[in-house]
């Protein structure tokens, strides 16, 4: 089973229906005992840093997170809960999780695209990755696939975690981690085919694991 | 390179398309649900639905209609038609839908959008906006008009200083439909589409006015639009959303692909 972890943090409802499209068996949980029984989490979220932290401390949520992390569940965070991974967001100038070290910045709004014209913001749409590193969740997944993203903060990890760049009016980190505990600024569970294929290949991953 | 989005447009009444679709092949279907799924198959980058229902019993229909759509399709959508209240907004998201388009209800009660923005974020929110070029005036400066009920009423307000306020209330997308080319096939308003576009840094949908891929080439280019509204052109099979992305494909302008 894997565990999606609620903290009031928007679209649960979302990842959960793509992994009952993938016959994947999930849970949306906040309690301990079924985040430690699972075989991986999807951390998810849509929203602000500053009110995502506030609920994951509610609960204490934030100990058990980073304890499970330690003892190596597989987790995979999503859009906000990538970004709330990170030590720190400019978003409500929060403290985050600090797994992973690195921080999270705002779109300038001096940013231009390739063909001159100011950047969007929040940057909305399907945009493709550039691969640094090798990745399992990306196992059969068409390079040059696209993935839906929207948000107005992208991650700055420690370099060392890279894994993928998007290019947005600057190249910023869309996806990172470790073997293990992965990180992605867009959403697969809304990225069509390929972004389906993360979630399968997610849950292959935590059952060899298991 | 972030690619221009290609949204078919479906209008439902009582959980049912008000016109069947007939996709090239002589399919014709009045469902909702089963349209999405093949607009999603065929590579479309998002879809809107418009609920025309305005009844509360429309209205509960509808977001039956949105759950199973929730269950088939993994890209984003949107609802819009009859949402007026935060109420309204948070049953339309929990049913599952990406986004929710408030038109009539935001130029009636600004507050709404701001209201939404803080409760679930400034990426659901779409401001959809009609437009109906106008003798420029003191009071519509920009020559183009606000209007609702498919633009019967007119509002006094100015186009362009609607959008930048949408923009400033927390609006996360705005859905910009040209009264005057809507139904015609003669291309998207691109005067009006620029104007929008070069004022507000929020992503800008252009709807209204597509006959033909050209019309969506100039929309993203010349408009500067992040994404182009389609109905008609692929509801009655004359051309396919494949065949639409390769010819913006081959005319440069970057778009989704690999959808297989």
Not at chain 1, 96 to 114: A, K, W
Not at chain 2, 68 to 75: E, H, L, R, Y
Request: hydrophobic share 40%; net charge negative.
């Amino acid at each position: 089973m894997i565990a999606i972890l609620d903290y009031r943090a928007g679209n649960l409802t979302s990842v959960k229906r793509a992994l009952d499209h993938l016959n994947i068996p999930n849970e949306i949980t906040n309690h301990e005992d079924v985040l430690r029984s699972s075989k991986g989490i999807i951390f998810p979220g849509v929203g602000a840093a500053g009110s995502a932290m506030r609920n994951l401390k509610e609960n204490r949520l934030d100990h058990t997170i980073k304890s499970l992390i330690l003892s190596g569940k597989p987790m995979l965070g999503i859009c906000l809960g990538c970004q709330v991974i990170l030590d720190e967001s400019r978003e409500n100038a929060a403290k985050t999780l600090g797994v992973i070290p690195g921080r999270c910045e705002q779109f300038s709004r001096d940013l231009y695209d390739e063909s001159g014209q100011p950047i969007n913001i929040p940057h909305m749409g399907w945009n493709s990755i550039q691969f640094k590193k090798e990745c399992s969740l990306f196992e059969d997944i068409p390079q040059g696939s696209e993935f839906y993203f929207v948000h107005s903060y992208y991650p700055i990890p420690d370099p060392a975690y890279v894994i993928g760049i998007t290019h947005y009016g600057l190249g910023f980190c869309s996806v990172f981690g470790r073997p293990g505990l992965w990180a992605m600024q867009f959403h697969p569970e809304k990225s069509g085919r390929p972004g389906l294929k993360i979630l399968s290949n997610f849950y292959s991953y935590c059952l060899e694991k298991a | 390179m972030l690619s221009k989005r290609i949204i078919p447009c479906l209008d439902v009444r009582d959980g049912f398309l008000t016109k069947g679709v007939k996709f090239k092949g002589n399919v014709d279907i009045g469902d909702p649900v089963v349209t999405a799924g093949l607009y999603y198959e065929q590579g479309a980058d998002e879809i809107v639905f418009y609920d025309i229902t305005a009844s509360a019993e429309g209205r509960k229909i509808m977001l039956k209609v949105v759950e199973k759509v929730a269950s088939t399709i993994f890209i984003p959508f949107s609802v819009g038609g009859g949402i007026s209240s935060l109420e309204d907004m948070r049953s339309t998201l929990l049913s599952g839908a990406e986004k929710i388009s408030v038109n009539s209800a935001a130029v009636r009660n600004p507050d709404i959008i701001s209201q939404g923005a803080e409760a679930f974020g400034s990426q659901c929110v779409v401001v959809g906006m009609d437009v109906l070029k106008v003798e420029k005036s003191g009071a519509i400066p920009s020559g183009y008009e606000i209007v609702i009920h498919g633009g019967r009423k007119h509002m006094g307000i100015d186009a362009l200083w609607w959008a930048r306020e949408v923009e400033r209330l927390g609006a996360g997308e705005i859905c910009l439909n040209s009264i005057d080319a809507d139904g015609t096939k003669n291309g998207y308003e691109l005067e009006l589409t620029r104007l929008i576009t070069d004022n507000v840094r929020i992503p800008v949908i252009a709807s209204g006015g597509a006959g033909n891929p050209a019309h969506m080439v100039e929309a993203v280019t010349l408009g500067g639009a992040s994404a182009a509204l389609i109905a008609s052109i692929v509801h009655y099979g004359e051309y396919s959303i494949p065949e639409i992305k390769e010819y913006m494909h081959q005319a440069g302008v970057k778009v989704r692909t690999d959808w297989h």
